[in-house]
């Protein structure tokens, strides 16, 4: 099979094109035939070599997130047939080959029918995004109806899909944003409240928005100032949940406001093969969503899938101005 892969750790020109040995469906996995994939930070920071890199020995497929058709199904998987229309998170990380080849083997408890209403690019977008969120919210936070929500980075990856499913959740969602533009995207996201960060302190917001109460729940989707910021904005006894803890931080004002401090680490069920099936059972509910209309992706670009696609939407990330997810397709 023809894949794109990586020889050395770089820059974005170190993508090559590749003939691989074919792949065959070991038991409990699955072929998929790749439609598309999308770019997430840690594919860029594998990449480069600057995080997430155990276990990989070139040459490396890279991408997490996939879509495509199922080719072929390994013993013992009941779920799935032959021509299924699937999407999930299932490699590209831990030595495990990812998404940028013709073909990708997946463990069936990874992925999931893709949502009915979407192009393979579109649901190539969701898997790892979707998944952070869900966790998040869902999972740790437990958001209940009328919370006060406020999720940082309204119009990221996995900002857009937090708001969307908190809004599906009934709690009363503020975001915040670094512009107008941002700002008009997350208000047709759901979006109840608009803070524009370079504007206003958390205090300010917080005043403004929860008459300084502060958030019952607040999702942290930056890590570093932000988290730091996530602190300020919570009420007292709140929760809090970030997706980047690998900093050094203050907590100063969880310690004297009683908070509750939760990180989510995405791809521990790939990593450590645990519980893996809850990540195929997110992804059920979130296409179910998907297909009633109340969450959709935000699309920023679509790349061809070729060496040069995958150099310019790793690229198009690593710039810091896409709003929403970054696909590659067919």
């Not at 990593?271 to 809850?278: G, M, Y």
Request: hydrophobic share 45%; glycine share 10%; proline share 4%.
């Amino acid at each position: 099979m023809k894949a794109i892969v990586i020889n050395r750790h770089g820059d974005s020109q170190v993508f090559e094109d590749m003939d691989l040995p074919d792949i065959q469906a070991r038991p409990g996995h699955v072929v998929i035939d790749v439609q598309a994939t999308s770019v997430n930070p840690v594919d860029t920071k594998i990449r480069q070599g600057s995080e997430g890199t155990a276990g990989l020995t070139f040459p490396a497929v890279l991408h997490m997130d996939v879509a495509g058709i199922i080719s072929a199904v390994g013993e013992g998987v009941t779920g799935f047939k032959v021509g299924d229309e699937v999407y999930g998170c299932a490699g590209g990380v831990v030595g495990i080959p990812g998404a940028l080849a013709e073909q990708m083997e997946a463990d069936a408890d990874l992925i999931a029918l893709k949502p009915e209403s979407l192009s393979f690019a579109d649901a190539a977008a969701l898997p790892l995004v979707s998944i952070t969120a869900w966790e998040a919210l869902v999972d740790r936070a437990s958001i209940k109806p009328m919370d006060d929500v406020l999720v940082q980075g309204g119009t990221g990856g996995v900002g857009h899909i937090a708001i969307q499913l908190a809004k599906a959740m009934g709690a009363r969602v503020t975001t915040t944003v670094s512009t107008p533009e941002k700002a008009a995207i997350a208000q047709k996201l759901g979006a109840d409240e608009i803070a524009l960060y370079n504007a206003e302190t958390p205090e300010q917001y917080s005043e403004r928005i929860t008459g300084s109460k502060g958030f019952d729940t607040v999702f942290d989707t930056f890590g570093g100032k932000v988290l730091q910021n996530s602190l300020k904005a919570a009420k007292l006894k709140g929760h809090v949940i970030s997706i980047i803890g690998y900093d050094t931080y203050d907590l100063t004002d969880m310690h004297f406001k009683g908070l509750k401090l939760d990180l989510v680490f995405m791809p521990i069920q790939i990593i450590h093969n645990v519980e893996r099936k809850h990540h195929g059972d997110i992804l059920r509910r979130v296409a179910a969503l998907v297909d009633r209309g109340v969450i959709r992706p935000l699309i920023d670009q679509r790349f061809a899938f070729t060496r040069e696609g995958a150099g310019a939407a790793h690229d198009r990330l690593e710039s810091a101005r896409a709003i929403g997810k970054i696909v590659i397709a067919r």
